[in-house]
């Protein structure tokens, strides 16, 4: 885990390339970042941008498409990247219907045997908020929370919890739109992340 001073570029690749050696092709990995993000129009690449990184000098910034190529080498067979910074929905595809209710059990057996490389953002090519949700979060982080503690089901995807406690919660508080989908070029196949939730 790498908080704050830590996360500079050189240590989230560092630990990104060491999940390469350190889980097995049978793994779940979850990424979490919040930080700051930035499309640079002039090279059209999106960047996240780690503690070190300044705003005119772009040697230090994290292009996503870096983040990606580590991901395809990961062996986890369930990767997700959840991403609340601006721009962030950059690394992903347009959204497509993942599953219908009543196919729902057959559909969790599915996903948990494909390998998947999703993305959950907190909006598209676009800024985003960093405060104004509950708590003292950002919206995006309020609602992911809150849907966390909230969902009924012992088993759920990743994209369950988008549809039913993200999308509509942070588009209708603020101006920017969350997004989920699988990230391009980095070997997704069907797969969904699945939550189990934890019995006391």
């Known amino acids: 885990m790498l908080l704050d001073a830590q996360a500079d570029r050189a240590h989230i690749m560092t630990v990104l390339s060491s999940y390469r050696r350190t889980l097995s092709p049978d793994a779940n990995l979850l990424v979490y970042y919040a930080g700051h993000g930035l499309h640079d129009r002039e090279s059209d690449k999106v960047y996240w941008l780690p503690v070190d990184a ?60 494909a390998k998947s490389r999703d993305l959950l953002s907190s909006g598209g090519d676009e800024p985003v908020a960093d405060a104004g949700g509950a708590g003292g979060h950002s919206v995006f982080a309020a609602a ?41 070029n980095s070997g997704h196949d069907a797969g969904d992340f699945i939550f189990v939730r934890r019995t006391p």
């Open 54 to 113: 300044e705003p005119d000098n772009s040697a230090n910034w994290l292009q996503t498409d870096d983040i990606t190529s580590e991901i395809r080498a990961i062996p986890a067979r369930h990767v997700l990247i959840v991403a609340d910074s601006c721009y962030s929905g950059g690394m992903t595809r347009d959204a497509q219907a993942l599953f219908t209710p009543t196919e729902r059990s057959r559909f969790l057996e599915k996903v948990a045997s």
């Open 144 to 184: 992911l929370l809150r849907g966390l503690d909230q969902m009924d089901l012992d088993r759920f995807t990743a994209a369950e919890l988008f549809s039913n406690y993200i999308r509509v919660i942070v588009a209708g508080n603020s101006d920017q739109t969350p997004e989920y989908n699988f990230i391009r």
